[in-house]
């Protein structure tokens, strides 16, 4: 396997799924740029050589789709999936060698290798103005590190079996920095880092932190890997990579020896400072906040030194590819994690983060003649309760009853719910939550709501293939579309207030029953423009999911609540923009005619087929 980044970047190269681009490029948006118009088009890993005001390399798109990520990783993958299959005790792979003899052969070359204390001989200090400072969306508040590798030690436990390494974003300039010695660090604070920081605060000491760049790439991904409890990143990060982590100790601080760079420095007790915008995986900016600020030691770069980044915005992007590799690499866990799960699918197309679709089981009433949830709703709390799961708004759940279902075919097992779903009974809800840091559909930053749409049972209704009566030629209601069987989209007037929203969802209501009830549409969608949101799969996931707030946005033909249980004949979701919403992610397009230049015939790109 590769020891370094570079020999990935050659490996890449001689089979065909790398170019370099030769010609200078602004990391001011145009690297960015250029990232987004190659991963859309399917295309290769790219090395830029010549980035304007740095004399250091970029590489972007590595793990650009799923083929390209086990290919770099084909050496090893099968022995990583084996130690991640341990999950009651992955070490035990390496306490009995011999009855897991290849894992444990595997496990055992894993374990982080220490060196004598000092610098690595390859590498030497600079400053953070040396690196190439991307700046990849036009509102973003500075340059960040996207690939970063966050690097803590457990204040009580020290040592690197005890240690952290995480994927949090960091600022490197802008906003209130002070360029070469203060960076942004954003992470919330139920993260590992969050926790060695709280222990920190509470002995009164400055947190050392390292943030390595770079390296082989299994040390990228072991930064974001949801390992079992007792497997360690660094450990991981030598498993994948076929050699061991190799570290040493400057100043105090951990030195990874593979990373292409090495920044250290401290986090003290309440200091922050403003961080962000910054255009994220939902698609949107997520918006300036405090958090926590890094106070630069030192930065360290080896010889020949190669900056390894991404981009990240509405899905899919690069990171969808992260997620289907982690998803290979884990199999099986979440049915061991949460007894009676058989699949749970974060979608993609909906950020990830917002919305769930599952299939669980439903032991609990097998002599009731008439079928409806009860296990599921034990296994949804299970679900909602479970590391990043929990940042979840909307959990669709069913139960397979005689006929096989795959949450990836979206439409199909969406529909599967709906023609199911009792609208009177299934729907539940949990107000005053929490859901993701980035998410600004909610009431405030972390706070919101959360949804469980629970269906089991015998089909209960057609859906509808064509917009419903019910919907056409209402006056403030225009351009009815259906979205897919069951799903309508109708523009509303500009969303102005929730007050006016909650009279505009009951002017709707009774303009539908006073032309009868309308069984073959149990969900209608409020928004800015139903043709957009109409026109395929993925935009009816993105702006539905992310553009709402269950407690808040969802409203009901003929609604009622009967002991505190709320139900209704059709549901309404308002999706429109709010004034509290994110902006969205828009190109710059003055950028988006300059990289033109990189794709014309002779150019470096001209290959490419954007």
């Known amino acids: 396997m590769y020891r370094n980044l570079e020999e990935c970047i050659l490996d890449l190269e001689q089979n065909g799924q790398l170019i370099r681009v030769h010609e200078e490029v602004d990391p001011h948006l145009e690297m960015a740029a250029i990232h987004l118009k190659v991963y859309e088009a399917g295309g290769p890993a790219l090395l830029f050589e010549n980035v304007k005001g740095s004399k250091f390399k970029a590489v972007s798109n590595l793990f650009g789709n799923l083929e390209r990520s086990k290919f770099i990783f084909r050496k090893t993958i099968d022995q990583a ?17 011999f009855n897991h003899v290849s894992t444990g052969f595997a496990a055992s070359k894993a374990l982080p290798q220490k060196k004598s204390n000092g610098l690595p001989v390859t590498h030497k200090e600079i400053n953070i103005s040396d690196l190439p400072l991307i700046h990849h969306w036009p509102d973003d508040g500075g340059a960040f590190i996207t690939l970063p590798q966050v690097y803590s030690e457990d204040p009580d436990k020290p040592g690197i079996m005890n240690a952290n390494l995480g994927m949090y974003r960091v600022q490197l300039s802008g906003n209130e920095f002070e360029l070469n010695k203060e960076l942004g660090l954003h992470y919330q604070i139920h993260r590992g880092i969050g926790v060695h920081q709280e222990k920190a605060n509470r002995l009164g000491k400055p947190l050392k932190v390292s943030i390595f760049v770079g390296g ?3 040390h990228t991904l072991a930064a974001v890997m949801p390992l079992p409890e007792g497997l360690s990143e660094m450990t991981f990060a030598g498993l994948l990579a076929g050699q061991r982590f190799r570290y040493s100790y400057v100043d105090g601080y951990c030195i990874s020896n593979d990373a292409d760079f090495v920044i250290t420095g401290e986090i003290h007790p309440e200091e922050t400072k403003p961080e962000g915008p910054f255009g994220d995986h939902l698609g949107y900016y997520s918006l300036t906040h405090d958090f926590p600020l890094f106070r630069v030691h030192k930065v360290y770069a080896k010889e020949n030194a190669i900056w390894p980044f991404t981009v990240v915005g509405r899905p899919p992007q690069e990171d969808t590819a992260f997620g289907d590799l982690i998803h290979e690499l884990t199999g099986d866990a979440i049915k061991q994690e949460i007894p009676g799960v058989k699949e749970v699918h974060a979608v993609d197309a909906a950020g990830v983060h917002p919305l769930l679709f599952a299939i669980g089981s439903e032991r609990y009433t097998p002599y009731q003649k008439v079928k409806q949830p ?24 069913t139960a397979e009853d005689g006929q096989p279902l795959d949450t990836h075919k979206e439409e199909e097992f969406l529909c599967y719910i709906l023609e199911r779903l009792n609208l009177h009974r299934d729907i539940h809800f949990q107000t005053n939550t929490t859901i993701d840091t980035l998410d600004y559909s909610g009431t405030g930053l972390n706070t919101g709501s959360k949804v469980v749409f629970a269906a089991y049972g015998d089909k209960k209704r057609d859906l509808c293939t064509e917009v419903p009566e019910q919907l056409k030629g209402l006056h403030e209601f225009k351009n009815p579309r259906l979205v897919i069987p069951g799903v309508v989209a109708v523009e509303a007037p500009k969303f102005s207030s929730y007050e006016e929203a909650q009279k505009e969802a009951d002017a709707l209501s009774e303009a539908i029953q006073a032309k009868g009830v309308m069984p073959t ?11 957009f949101l109409s026109e395929s799969m993925s935009n009816f996931l993105w702006v539905s999911f992310t553009r709402s707030n269950p407690s808040h946005d969802i409203y009901g033909v003929n609604s009622y609540y009967e002991h505190k249980h709320w139900g209704c004949d059709n549901m309404i979701i308002d999706v429109r923009t709010k004034p509290h919403h994110a902006p969205p992610l828009i190109p710059d397009p003055t950028v988006e005619k300059n990289i033109e230049r990189f794709f014309v015939k002779g150019a470096s790109l001209s290959e490419v087929k954007i």
Do not use: H, W
């Not at 549409?521 to 423009?529: E, K």
């Open 81 to 97: 999936q084996s130690v991640v299959a341990l999950r009651n005790d992955p070490m035990k792979a390496l306490k009995n060698p």
């Open 374 to 397: 009860a296990e599921l709703l034990t296994i949804a709390n299970r679900i909602l309760g479970t590391g990043q799961l929990s940042l979840a708004k909307y959990l669709f759940i």
């Open 521 to 531: 549409c149990p969900m209608i969608i409020l928004c800015d423009d139903s043709s």
């Open 216 to 218: 082989p790439p299994a």
